[in-house]
């Protein structure tokens, strides 16, 4: 499907992008080349192939979820200057 100059100016406009009058056949030659490979990656035929996340079957390593420190708040709350029910009591800084 390929593209006039007049085509890119209207895209230009709603892109919001300006344009120098001497790019927009380099323009019209590109993007017309990028909806020609759209159109021959539509005619692909794609019955039966699960769609996939990623080219390869690569799985994540995670770790297990276990608890590997120890309940320190009071030790850390006891050097904080104000703290009340757990919390850490800061100044106000919006009125």
Same mark, same amino acid.
């Given at each position: 499907m390929p593209l006039s100059g007049k085509d890119v100016e209207n895209i230009a406009h !709603?892109?919001?992008l300006a !344009?120098? @009058? @001497? /790019? &927009?056949?380099r323009y019209?030659? @590109?993007l #017309? #080349? &990028? $909806?020609? $490979? +759209? @159109?021959? $990656?539509?005619?692909? /035929?794609t019955e039966g192939v699960p769609p996939m996340a990623h080219p390869l079957d690569a799985?994540?390593? !995670?770790?297990p979820d276990a608890v590997t420190e120890t309940d320190q708040r009071e030790l850390f709350q006891s050097t904080a200057p104000l703290t009340e029910a757990g !919390?850490?009591? +800061?100044?106000?800084v919006i009125e």
């Open positions: !709603l892109a919001r !344009l120098a @009058e @001497e /790019d &927009i056949p019209v030659r @590109e #017309s #080349s &990028i $909806l020609n $490979l +759209v @159109e021959q $990656l539509q005619r692909v /035929d799985h994540q390593r !995670l770790r !919390l850490y009591l +800061v100044p106000r």
